[in-house]
């Protein structure tokens, strides 16, 4: 008998165009935090109180290049942080359905199912006069050893002011780490 347990990490992520971004990722198996502030990538794994930094200056589009690049590692629902994101997400989706209206966190959002050859993943976009995404789940078909494997981001609108805490700042006590390593984000 198999049985399936499936863990969802609580992913945040606060962005701000064109060279700021600070994801914290915990649950599951991380406890890990990114900031990046257009010079700078620093990543910190709160679990084991150490951290690495490295230079990459540029654009969040840049960092996303990079980290799926040089580092292979790709940031979780990156497509998402394209300035164009209908460009990003849609060229190899082979069909759409929209499933009505629903409500997360009491927003009003339309939900939305897509089918790829090798992702099936479903959005909730906030209605309104600024929608924004809400939820995404990405459902892996070709996971080795796992036929189906999914990954839920949450989102939350927030405007100008909110760029307060992208600096990471080597706190006392915290160990800095010889290399970038994202394997926990």
């Known amino acids: 008998m198999v049985e399936w347990v499936t863990s969802f990490p609580t992913t945040t992520l606060t962005m701000v165009r064109p060279d700021k971004v600070h994801m914290v990722r915990r649950g599951g198996f991380a406890d890990a935090e990114l900031y990046f502030n257009g010079k700078t990538l620093a990543l910190f794994r709160r679990d084991q109180n150490i951290y690495s930094k490295a230079d990459i200056p540029g654009s969040v589009e840049n960092l996303v290049g990079e980290l799926r690049d040089k580092y292979q590692r790709p940031l ?58 809400v939820r995404l789940i990405v459902t892996s078909k070709k996971v080795a050893g796992s036929p189906v494997s999914g990954r839920r981001h949450e989102f939350q609108n927030r405007w100008p002011g909110h760029d307060r805490g992208l600096q990471f700042r080597a706190a006392a006590g915290r160990q800095a780490g010889s290399a970038i390593g994202t394997e926990e984000l």
């Open 76 to 133: 979780p629902a990156a497509d998402l942080l394209s300035a164009n994101v209908y460009e990003a997400m849609m060229p190899d989706v082979k069909d759409v359905k929209d499933l009505g209206t629903g409500f997360i966190r009491g927003i009003e959002c339309d939900h939305i199912a897509f089918r790829t050859d090798e992702v099936d993943w479903q959005l909730w976009i906030a209605r309104g006069d600024r929608p924004y995404p």
